[in-house]
């Protein structure tokens, strides 16, 4: 399977916290991107890596991506009840895969407290 | 743009009846897809298209599974006939494609779709 498997399954922490998600995949790509879900909601595109970029900010997001390693993480700072949510990572596959899809995996479910 | 427009949002039938679920897309969009999701099987991609033509369905279950896109926009996915098993979320998303150097989706809300 291409697809993305996210680290941990559920994840609970305070308000003010910092959320660290990993995410792992099995091919070679072009990017990776990760996608938040709130719940009885579609997914939300938050960010895109390329794969010859290592890191990238967005607010309050800080995603690295390491290709050797095939790994990625999404880092959530000064977390908020808001950001309750499922967050899953995506990858386009390698030069094998259909062009245009994406690989989604099972998500991260993270809980914010107040 | 009012983004991905999905209908019914939410469908209760029996067990047997055809469902039908429709989806359109954000224009200009040349990839179209359905997803299922469920808790024990996570998103499940079932078919995308590309440019209204079938480019991979074999995420389809079976044969009681059908989609069409007969224009660039306006897509069903038809379950006929429908069993409890059916009963999920099920997403349409649409990409930019040829417009844009990523292929970032853009998720509908879904339509539950509860077979008793």
């Known amino acids: 399977s291409q697809q993305g498997e996210e680290d941990p399954q559920a994840l609970s922490i305070q308000e003010g916290e910092n959320a660290t998600m990993n995410c792992s995949y099995k091919t070679s790509i072009n990017n990776l991107q990760w996608y938040r879900q709130n719940s009885g909601r579609g997914l939300v595109h938050l960010i895109l890596i390329r794969s010859n970029e290592r890191e990238k900010h967005s607010g309050r997001l800080r995603v690295t991506l390491d290709t050797s390693k095939k790994s990625s993480s999404l880092l959530i700072t000064a977390s908020r009840a808001a950001d309750t949510a499922s967050y899953f990572c995506a990858t386009d596959g390698d030069r094998g895969s259909t062009l245009g899809r994406l690989y989604f995996g099972r998500g991260t479910q993270l809980t914010v407290w107040p | 743009d009012a983004g991905v427009i999905q209908s019914p949002r939410h469908e209760v039938t029996e067990m047997g009846q055809e469902v039908t679920l429709r989806c359109k897309p954000i224009s200009g969009h040349d990839y179209l897809f359905w997803y299922r999701q469920t808790m024990m099987r996570g998103l499940e991609l079932l078919i995308y298209f590309n440019n209204n033509v079938p480019i991979d369905d074999s995420g389809m279950p079976e044969d009681r599974f059908s989609a069409k896109m007969p224009n660039a926009s306006f897509s069903t996915l038809k379950i006929q006939p429908s069993e409890p098993r059916d009963s999920a979320v099920y997403f349409c998303?649409?990409?930019?494609?040829?417009?844009?150097?990523?292929?970032?989706?853009?998720f509908g809300p879904g339509t539950r779709l509860t077979v008793l």
């Open positions: 998303a649409s990409s930019p494609g040829r417009t844009s150097a990523y292929n970032e989706q853009f």
